[in-house]
């Protein structure tokens, strides 16, 4: 049983910054990439950061220049520092991570989601 485990969300004011971590844990073989989403009520999921096994990270225009992803892969875990958070980074956030399990003798690739960080930013 795969599971992806998120802390580190919480309240914190603008200009602010706050590290989120997700651990991946189960019979994994390999994890591709992992990233970030977040989410608002009634809005779509949206991704925030991924980063390749190999250590190359995308970002969404939004956060580029304030947020960074690094992983572990030895330690199977993802995290994001968020730099100078702004009130629109309010949100419900996801780790996602693409895993690698053996299921009989095959091996099967799918996507993982945590269960969702509440992070808010305000005064």
């Known amino acids: 049983q795969v599971q992806l485990v998120e802390s580190g969300g919480g309240l914190v004011q603008p200009g602010e910054f706050l590290t989120l971590s997700c651990a991946a844990s189960?019979?994994?073989?390999?994890?591709?990439?992992m990233g970030w989403y977040r989410q608002v009520a009634g809005k779509q999921r949206e991704l925030v950061a991924a980063?390749?096994?190999?250590?190359?990270?995308n970002y969404a225009d939004s956060v580029e220049g304030r947020f960074t992803i690094s992983r572990d892969n030895a330690k199977k875990t993802v995290t994001l520092l968020m730099n100078s958070v702004k009130v629109e980074d309010t949100a419900v956030y996801y780790c996602?991570?693409?895993?690698?399990?053996?299921?009989?003798?095959?091996?099967?690739?799918?996507?993982?989601w945590g269960q969702g960080t509440q992070v808010t930013v305000a005064s």
């Open positions: 980063i390749t096994s190999g250590g190359m990270a």
């Open positions: 996602r991570a693409d895993i690698t399990t053996r299921e009989y003798v095959t091996r099967v690739t799918r996507g993982y």
């Open positions: 189960g019979s994994i073989l390999s994890i591709s990439t």
